[in-house]
């Protein structure tokens, strides 16, 4: 059994500690945040590694978050670890070329998607996981896995994900040196530029455009979610180019 998690109270406080140098507080951190780690790899399930391996790597992830937090940013430590947790993972398995399908799970994602289309057909939108989930009797979670275990090519334009206030899209994730606000930018006098921004616009703009950070990449950096790196971008790249008109 994991220990239990931590307060807010005791998460600070070790934080603060560990800031001095204390292993002793770094340890119970540590434990006191593998129950996130569970958490987060179980959407990797049925990937064709064992829940030990993934388990394994989470904490990697978990470990690399810890020591690259910092504690001035007012930033919950799970809003910054999950997606260091997730990248991690993800690199594992992209390096490991071990994504093995399994046949139930194919068919399961097959079958989602046909129902996704009947459902759409007759209400004008588009089911929710809940709705697939209880349609095929299963639970929501093997849904998802199916979906992301299936990686047939897409639109780089297909919204991957919703935040419930904008869509993030494929192309939001490539390194695209083509890209037109891209070539905007590396066109313009960009010092005069950033000095309209405010410093988190900045940092997403250099990441972005300057180093070829993709947006979940400076997410997982800065410790924010790829939704609100696109949102910033975006409104940072209207301020410059109303300050260019």
């Not at 994991?2 to 800031?19: D, V, Y």
């Not at 869509?167 to 390194?175: A, F, S």
Request: charged share 30%; glycine share 6%.
């Amino acid at each position: 059994m994991f220990p239990e998690p931590l307060s807010a109270e005791e998460e600070k406080n070790c934080l603060e500690q560990m800031a001095k140098g204390d292993e002793e507080a770094r340890n119970v951190f540590i434990n006191g945040n593998l129950r996130l780690v569970l958490s987060v790899i179980q959407r990797f399930y049925g990937r064709g590694e064992t829940a030990d391996d993934l388990f394994q790597v989470g904490c990697v992830g978990l470990i690399k978050a810890i020591d690259n937090f910092d504690l001035s940013q007012n930033v919950q430590f799970s809003t910054y670890a999950v997606p260091m947790i997730i990248g991690e993972v993800k690199r594992y398995l992209r390096d490991n070329n071990s994504i093995r399908v399994s046949r139930s799970v194919r068919d399961l994602a097959y079958k989602a998607i046909q129902f996704k289309e009947r459902y759409t057909k007759e209400h004008g939108k588009e089911p929710n996981i809940e709705e697939i989930a209880k349609e095929l009797g299963v639970e929501r979670e093997e849904i998802a896995v199916s979906f992301d275990a299936i990686q047939d090519p897409i639109s780089l334009q297909e919204p991957i994900y919703n935040d419930g206030t904008e869509n993030i899209y494929i192309i939001d994730q490539i390194k695209d040196n083509k890209n037109t606000d891209e070539l905007w930018a590396e066109n313009m006098t960009i010092k005069g530029a950033l000095e309209k921004l405010n410093e988190k616009e900045k940092m997403i703009v250099t990441k972005r455009f300057f180093q070829g950070r993709t947006q979940m990449e400076v997410a997982e950096e800065i410790g924010i979610s790829q939704a609100q790196v696109s949102r910033l971008e975006k409104s940072a790249i209207n301020h410059i180019k109303r300050f260019y008109k």
